[in-house]
């Protein structure tokens, strides 16, 4: 009788560990020059949750692979991005990891 | 020679592209360091630190050669950049630059050292494809007052993406006022940059050399 709450316990931190964002995808406007995007890769990797960084011109999109369990809040990114010169639209966080990510931006080119 | 120059400068025109410079600011952290030679008529070097996204300083050094007389003027200078307005455009961005500074020159003109007042402002635009931009930079002292204003615009071959080169092709015209070059100097120039390293190389319309090397850091 003991086990199953046992069970249950272990199964919900299991489920909510899986559920973490592994990946944090931003849309970003004026991202039209690889020179001048230096500072988003310097300023998001100040992070201690910041695993790896990817830009994309071609899709707008600046990626923040995240450290396992952790995670950046939606105000302090906006900051970084900000303090690198280029204004957020969208954050989301999904469950693709970084190397996937990679990929796809490769296929995508044009 | 001269045709090719307002060939090339007419597609620009009809096109209605607007484009970029270099930038006096990299980003909050970020430094600049920059060295331009201009067909012997002007020789700069520029450092800036960035504290802010929006503003930096740091100092720098030009010398002016007139190709019409001997006068040759040594500025160096403390300056502070400002960015004055900036719009982030799905495809696009645009910014408004401004900057002030006080130095010292001497020259062959004249004896000793004068205090030397610098005033610029630079507006541009930018896609992946096209660039444009202008700018105006003005020294003056007690002994002389010289303005250079630049018009660049530029056509990329192909979209560059973050850490592969970039290359663009771009013509410049540049005007000086106070005596260094009579009329305007026009230029065809190659740009190519990745990662933090831009270098910039062409021929002025008189065959003369010029060249732009700048790190952001």
Redesign the interface.
């Known amino acids: 009788m003991k086990l199953l709450p046992r069970v249950l316990i272990s199964l919900f931190f299991l489920v909510g560990a899986s559920a973490q964002a592994v990946t944090i995808e931003m849309n970003?406007?004026?991202?039209?020059?690889?020179?001048?995007?230096?500072?988003?890769d310097?300023?998001l990797r100040k992070f201690p949750a910041t695993a790896d960084v990817v830009?994309?011109?071609?899709q707008?999109l600046v990626a923040v692979a995240l450290k396992d369990g952790q995670d950046i809040p939606d105000a302090e990114l906006r900051r970084a991005l900000?303090?690198?010169?280029?204004?957020v639209k969208t954050i989301e966080r999904t469950q693709t990891p970084i190397a996937e990510l990679r990929e796809r931006l490769k296929q995508s080119?044009? | 020679m001269s045709r090719w120059f307002i060939a090339l400068g007419g597609t620009f025109a009809l096109a209605g592209y607007m484009s970029?410079m270099a930038?006096p600011?990299?980003?909050?952290?970020?430094y600049t360091v920059m060295a331009e030679y201009g067909a012997g008529t002007m020789e700069e070097l520029q450092f800036f630190y960035a504290p802010?996204?929006d503003f930096s300083f740091g100092g720098g050094y030009l010398k002016l050669n007139s190709d019409e007389t001997p006068e040759t003027d040594n500025i160096t200078y403390a300056r502070v950049n400002y960015l004055a307005h900036?719009?982030?455009?799905?495809?696009?961005?645009a910014n408004i630059f401004v900057w002030g500074g006080l130095g010292s020159a001497t020259g062959n003109r004249f004896s000793g050292t004068v205090l030397a007042e610098n005033a610029g402002a630079q507006a541009d635009y930018?896609?992946?494809r096209v660039y444009a931009s202008f700018k105006t930079d003005l020294q003056r002292s007690s002994e002389f007052s010289h303005r250079i204003d630049t018009v660049q615009l530029g056509l990329a071959p192909y979209?560059?993406?973050?850490?592969?080169l970039?290359t663009w092709f771009l013509v410049q015209a540049r005007q000086y006022t106070g005596g260094i070059h009579r009329g305007t100097e026009s230029a065809l120039l190659l740009r190519l940059?990745?990662?933090?390293v831009?270098v910039e190389a062409g021929i002025t319309n008189s065959g003369k050399p010029q060249a732009m090397v700048m790190f952001?850091?």
Not at chain 2, 25 to 30: K, T
Not at chain 2, 159 to 164: A, L, V, W
Not at chain 2, 193 to 196: E, M, T, V, Y
């Open positions: 970003v406007n004026g991202l039209v020059c690889a020179f001048c995007a230096q500072g988003i310097k300023q830009v994309s011109l071609e707008k900000t303090n690198a010169g280029y204004t080119k044009p | 970029v930038k600011i990299a980003f909050a952290g970020g802010r996204y900036r719009w982030n455009l799905d495809d696009a961005q930018e896609t992946r979209k560059h993406d973050y850490g592969g970039a940059f990745k990662g933090g831009w952001n850091f």
